[in-house]
């Protein structure tokens, strides 16, 4: 009954989540630690390069979940539980938003030679704040997979390749 209702992601979905989290965790690796190192214009090239490119494959990712996916959870969980789910994936693409456009900004902005004062440093704090907001949703998110998995409903199974539930 359980794997009736559950709804399996399609491939181009799941390349899209996996591949994001490698693009994003490729993102966080290439960091800019400090706003002097924008001075190196093949590093401010690449990063805006890579944040618009971000930007774009996320908005196609939204539009294609929306368009043609649903969530995997079951029918009967509660009303609750199916509003904390959305609220922490929408809050997540908003943080990714969010993310890659005050990057590209504090890019623009550095490139037009605003390389100090309150504009910039709040657009930085936007970025970082982003961040800190990302990290919160994503160990939830991460923790809610782990107990679908061990509630063993189908949703762990209609996202994640290994581990793999076993539903009868
Ligand atoms: C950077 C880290 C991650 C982000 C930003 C992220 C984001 C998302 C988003 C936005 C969705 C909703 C479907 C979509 O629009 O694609 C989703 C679904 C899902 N994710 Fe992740 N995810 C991350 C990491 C993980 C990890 C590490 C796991 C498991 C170990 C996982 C398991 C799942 C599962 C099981 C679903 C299906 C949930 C449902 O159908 O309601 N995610 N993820
Ligand atoms: C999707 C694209 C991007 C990712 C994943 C990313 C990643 C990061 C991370 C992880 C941090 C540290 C945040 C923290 O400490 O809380 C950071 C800070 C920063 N990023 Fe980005 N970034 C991106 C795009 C950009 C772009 C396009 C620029 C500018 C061209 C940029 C400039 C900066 C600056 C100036 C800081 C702050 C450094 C400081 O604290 O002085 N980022 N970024």
């Known amino acids: 009954m359980e794997s009736e209702q559950t709804q399996k992601y399609s491939f181009v979905a799941k390349a899209f989540h996996w591949g994001f989290i490698l693009l994003f965790g490729y993102g966080i690796f290439k960091q800019v630690d400090e706003l002097e190192q924008l001075a190196d214009q093949a590093l401010l090239e690449f990063e805006l390069v890579f ?3 971000f930007l774009f494959l996320l908005v196609a990712r ?21 509003y904390a789910a959305k609220i922490v994936h929408y809050g997540m693409y908003m943080c990714l938003a969010s993310i890659s456009i005050s990057g590209i900004l504090i890019g623009v902005l550095y490139w037009s030679g605003i390389k100090s004062g309150s504009i910039i440093n709040g657009v930085i704090g936007v970025h970082e704040f982003s961040f800190t907001l990302i990290y919160v949703l994503i160990a939830i ?7 679908h998995r061990f509630l063993c409903d189908g949703v762990w199974n209609s996202m994640v390749p290994f581990w793999k539930e076993k539903l009868d």
């Not at 539009?63 to 199916?82: D, E, F, G, H, V």
């Not at 998110?141 to 107990?147: E, L």
């Open 51 to 53: 944040a618009i490119a």
């Open 141 to 147: 998110h991460i923790s809610a997979a782990i107990y």
């Open 62 to 82: 939204f539009i294609y979940m929306k368009r043609t996916q649903t969530s995997s959870l079951p029918a009967n969980t509660s009303k609750l539980q199916q």
